[in-house]
């Protein structure tokens, strides 16, 4: 059973151009969560998904940001304009439908704003 | 969400048992405690749960005081593999965000 990917693993862009990244839960899986970490912090939560559904959004910045889990296809977290503090690893993670809390976290992107 | 408190950093010599505190002395009766490790760069890795009874997995065990408000995390024979930061969250199961603190820096050492 393969694991949570992301995709792309590196990306670069230059500061007002938009960044999309991918995440594809594990089989199986319904739930999606995305994590930011920037340099030298911890962990900070973002939002949560299900199929078509955001769930909670409480941790993603009110602009420039958005997410969504579409019934067929990967789930997108979006950065419009990126500025430089948007330079961060970010980290999806899935969960089955039953135990929640039990989250696989994929290999995380790695955006550099130039 | 209950909050918990992490020693920062830890070191333990390969071959010997890692044993990782963690202090929740508000958790609720219907919270889990959890343990993920990252290490270096990657993305966080499940450990394992519980939440009163001891558990033990292929990875670690995980000791619970019967109070609740504390718990070890137990590698038993670590190897170099295993220098990671360890972090204790503790949640309901329902779902939803885990609140990672800062965790215990755990340098395994030859």
């Known amino acids: 059973n393969a694991g949570v990917m992301q995709n792309p693993r590196h990306l670069v862009r230059r500061r007002g151009q938009e960044a999309r990244l991918r995440c594809s839960p594990m089989?199986?899986?319904?739930?999606v969560y995305w994590y930011r970490q920037l340099p030298e912090e911890g962990l900070k939560f973002m939002v949560y998904?299900?199929?078509?559904?955001?769930?909670?959004e409480s941790g993603m910045p009110k602009e420039r940001f958005s997410a969504e889990f579409p019934k067929e296809g990967p789930s997108i977290l979006r950065i419009q304009q990126v500025v430089r503090g948007d330079s961060a690893a970010y980290f999806c993670?899935?969960?089955?439908?039953?135990?929640?809390?039990?989250?696989?976290f994929g290999p995380g992107t790695r955006l550099t704003v130039t | 969400d209950a909050k918990t408190t992490q020693p920062t950093s830890m070191d333990c010599a390969e071959g010997r048992a890692a044993n990782l505190p963690c202090n929740h002395s508000?958790?609720?009766?219907?919270?889990?405690v959890y343990w993920y490790r990252q290490i270096h760069s990657q993305g966080p890795q499940y450990i394992i749960h519980?939440?009163?009874n001891n558990e033990t997995n292929e990875m670690a065990s995980l000791i619970i005081t019967e109070d609740r408000k504390s718990s070890t995390l137990i590698l038993p024979h670590a190897t170099l593999r295993d220098t990671a930061v360890y972090y204790c969250?503790?949640?309901?199961?329902?779902?939803?965000?885990?609140?990672f603190g800062q965790g215990t820096e755990l340098s395994v050492k030859p």
């Open positions: 519980g939440l009163k």
């Open positions: 998904l299900q199929k078509e559904n955001i769930i909670d």
């Open positions: 089989k199986g899986h319904s739930h």
């Open positions: 993670a899935s969960s089955p439908q039953v135990l929640r809390d039990e989250q696989y």
């Open positions: 969250i503790v949640g309901d199961n329902q779902g939803g965000k885990l609140i």
């Open positions: 508000t958790i609720s009766g219907n919270e889990y």
